[in-house]
């Protein structure tokens, strides 16, 4: 049986180029990139390099590159570190739809004495750039605001929140984890301060990351040890990580071939009984569909697919295995019936027949489950 992977918000399989380099380069350099030897500066060059091309990629200086394990690390690193540095204000602005890993670092914050803000969003999952210039006053240390959300595909419009950011003199962080390789970021047009990345979101392994600080941004350590990172990030690196990364970024994906396929599946969905596209259709990533069922449940549905070997998830990854109702589309004014008949479809390239058989399965089964089903259209 063909196997169809429809999760890739959740990760990806690494690319066989990626594949060849992390091979190549652990037969060949192994030594620890601290060590004074020639083989230990032999690794340093090379993870030094890799630092000089994810920085270009961005637009960035290498020195404002910071290599850590990945998305979360990145986005605690961001929020704790610059709640370290700067004990004078206490405020912190966010929206109610981020990653996991932001709200639980804020409400960690908040029993230590912050007050952070958590910002409604609209019906499509859109920040109210109005509501947020409000919230910001003098005590306001930092805003942090999603670039694509992980769950809904919906893309916020960082550029003008950084603008709002910088006319009210605050710290701007974008978590990018889903927006980067993705999505053009240039650090410069773009404005941010400290912008989140993960490599296992774009073909390269899980363990690897990076957190873009801007130069000049005040900003300490969580973790204690040896002072790798320009001291910011403590631990021997992941150097193979960090090369696998930037030959990531050098795959090219047919956007528009993904796009196409995924607004076919959208129309085909859109021609179902109940059934709702959850964010907005228009401000979203090209290969995002977050899509409601009315009366059925999502998570029956997903194991049905699975058994045609279609393979979608119920929500984040980094939080599915809890069965609790997603606080983003709860958020976005989603009823109960239809956020317990979710499932999210994040894909990559598909054949014209994939797309039909991918279509045909959910109708197959949509029409199974709601026929027991004890809400009826």
């Given at each position: 049986m063909k196997q169809l992977y429809l999760?890739?918000?959740?990760?990806?399989?690494?690319?066989e180029k990626v594949?060849?380099?992390?091979?190549?380069?652990?037969?060949?350099?192994?030594a620890n990139p601290s060590s004074q030897h020639t083989l230990g500066k032999e690794v340093r060059e090379k993870l030094e390099n890799a630092r000089k091309e994810l920085a270009k990629f961005i637009g960035a200086e290498a020195n404002e590159i910071y290599f850590t394990s990945g998305g979360t690390e990145s986005n605690n690193l961001a929020l704790k570190g610059l709640a370290l540095a700067n004990p004078k204000k206490k405020h912190i602005i966010t929206s109610k739809i981020e990653h996991p890993c932001i709200l639980e670092s804020c409400r960690i914050?908040?029993?230590?004495?912050?007050?952070?803000?958590?910002?409604?969003?609209?019906?499509?999952?859109?920040?109210?750039?109005?509501?947020?210039?409000?919230?910001?006053?003098?005590?306001?240390?930092?805003?942090?605001?999603?670039f694509v959300n992980n769950e809904i595909g919906v893309i916020q419009d960082v550029k003008k929140v950084a603008e709002i950011c910088k006319k009210k003199n605050v710290y701007f962080h974008t978590d990018a984890v889903q927006a980067f390789g993705k999505l053009d970021i240039d650090v410069k047009k773009l404005g941010a301060d400290l912008?989140?990345?993960?490599?296992h979101k774009i073909n390269a392994p899980k363990g690897i990351g990076f957190l873009y600080v801007k130069n000049g941004t005040g900003i300490k350590s969580l973790i204690s040890g040896g002072g790798q990172e320009r001291r910011l990030r403590s631990g021997t690196e992941n150097v193979?990580?960090?090369?696998?990364?930037?030959?990531?970024?050098?795959?090219?994906?047919?956007?528009?071939?993904?796009?196409r396929s995924r607004d076919k599946i959208i129309t085909a969905l859109q021609g179902m009984k109940g059934v709702n596209i959850n964010g907005s259709l228009e401000s979203r990533i090209y290969n995002n569909i977050n899509v409601s069922f009315y009366g059925i449940e999502g998570e029956s549905?997903?194991?049905?697919?699975?058994?045609?070997?279609?393979?979608?998830?119920?929500?984040?990854?980094?939080n599915s295995t809890k069965l609790e109702e997603s606080h983003v589309l709860k958020a976005i004014g989603i009823g109960e019936t239809y956020i317990n008949g979710s499932i999210r479809i994040t894909?990559?390239?598909?054949?014209?027949?994939?797309?039909?058989?991918?279509i045909s399965k959910i109708n197959e089964h949509l029409e199974r489950l709601r026929k027991i089903s004890p809400f009826k259209i």
């Open positions: 999760d890739n918000a959740a990760t990806t399989a690494i690319d594949l060849k380099v992390i091979d190549d380069f652990s037969r060949k350099y192994f914050l908040e029993e230590q004495g912050y007050n952070v803000d958590y910002l409604d969003v609209n019906s499509e999952g859109l920040v109210d750039l109005k509501d947020l210039e409000k919230k910001i006053s003098d005590k306001t240390l930092v805003v942090s605001i999603m912008i989140s990345v993960s490599g193979v990580g960090a090369i696998a990364l930037a030959e990531a970024i050098k795959i090219k994906k047919d956007k528009g071939k993904i796009k549905l997903m194991l049905l697919l699975d058994g045609d070997g279609i393979f979608v998830s119920t929500g984040s990854a980094c894909l990559d390239v598909l054949t014209k027949e994939e797309e039909d058989f991918i």
